[in-house]
C-alpha cells in the first residue's frame, strides 16, 4: 500500500515570494507521483505529475516539483508566488497500473498581498 | 486536458430521500472512475472504483448497499446516496481514468446537504 504526508496543513506567504510545499511518500512498489489543486468549491485539477524520466517537471503556471527517490518526496515549489495561486495543493501517489490513488491531506496555500 | 463533467454541483435534499449524482467523460470513454468523498478540512477519501459492466469495488467501511453506483456505459456512472441522513452531507467528487495513459480527471465534484 501506498500513503502520502503533506506536514504543513496550511502556509501563508506573501505575493511574490518564493513558496514550497512538502511532500513526502512511502510506498513498497514504484509510483507515480502528482500534485492537484482545488480551488473552492471545485473539483481538483492536475497541476503536473511525475512518471519517468526527469525528475524535475513543470507546470504551465510556473510552478514545479522534484522526485527525490532517496527521500521519498515530491515538493512543490514556485520561485515567486501570485494572489491567484490560493488554493488547496493536494499531493497524490498511485501505482504503476494507476489502479488507486492515495492523496495527502492536503496543504492550504494563503498568498497575501 | 481532458474534461470530466459532474451533475449536479450542489444539491440539498431531505432526511430519508435518495439522491443521484452524475459523473460523465465528455471526450474520452472510461472503463474505470473513481468516487471520492471529502470532509470538511480533509483529503479525499476514495469510496469505490466503479468499472464498466460489472460491480464496482467499494474500499473498507463504505457501504455499498447505501452508496449504489452503476458504471452502465463507457462515459457515464452515478453515485445513488440512498436514505440519505445529515451525516451524509458532504463534497463528493468522481474521477475518470483516461485509458492508455491512466491519468485520472476529475469532475467539480458535488456539494450534498442533506437537512
Known amino acids: 500500500a501506498q500513503s502520502v504526508t503533506q506536514l504543513d496543513s496550511q502556509v501563508p506567504v506573501f505575493e511574490e515570494a518564493p513558496v514550497e510545499l512538502r511532500c513526502n511518500y512511502s510506498?513498497?512498489?514504484?509510483?507515480?507521483l502528482f500534485w492537484y489543486v482545488q480551488y473552492p468549491n471545485q473539483g481538483l485539477q492536475l497541476l503536473l505529475k511525475?512518471?519517468?524520466?526527469?525528475?524535475l517537471v513543470e507546470s504551465i503556471n510556473g510552478f514545479e516539483a522534484e522526485f527525490n527517490k532517496s527521500q521519498t518526496s515530491f515538493h512543490l515549489r514556485k520561485p515567486s508566488v501570485h494572489i491567484s495561486d490560493t488554493a488547496e495543493y493536494f499531493c497524490?501517489?498511485?501505482?504503476?497500473?494507476?489502479?488507486?490513488?492515495?492523496f495527502g491531506s492536503g496543504t492550504k496555500l494563503n498568498v497575501k498581498p | 486536458g481532458a474534461v470530466v463533467s459532474q451533475h449536479p454541483s450542489w444539491v440539498i435534499c431531505k432526511s430519508g430521500t435518495s439522491v443521484k449524482i452524475e459523473c460523465r467523460s465528455l471526450d474520452f470513454q472510461a472503463t474505470t472512475m473513481f468516487w471520492y468523498r471529502q470532509f470538511p478540512k480533509q483529503s479525499l477519501m476514495l469510496m469505490a472504483t466503479?468499472?464498466?459492466?460489472?460491480?464496482?469495488?467499494?474500499e473498507q467501511g463504505v457501504e455499498k448497499d447505501k452508496f449504489l453506483i452503476n458504471h452502465a456505459s463507457l462515459t457515464l456512472s452515478t453515485l445513488t446516496v440512498t436514505s440519505a441522513h445529515p451525516e451524509d452531507s458532504s463534497f463528493y467528487i468522481c474521477?475518470?481514468?483516461?485509458?492508455?495513459?491512466?491519468?485520472?480527471?476529475f469532475g467539480q465534484g458535488t456539494r450534498l446537504t442533506v437537512v
Open positions: 510506498s513498497s512498489v514504484s509510483v507515480y
Open positions: 511525475y512518471l519517468s524520466g526527469s525528475t
Open positions: 466503479s468499472n464498466e459492466g460489472s460491480k464496482a469495488t467499494y
Open positions: 497524490a501517489v498511485s501505482d504503476r497500473n494507476f489502479n488507486k490513488f492515495y
Open positions: 474521477s475518470a481514468r483516461f485509458p492508455g495513459q491512466g491519468l485520472a480527471f
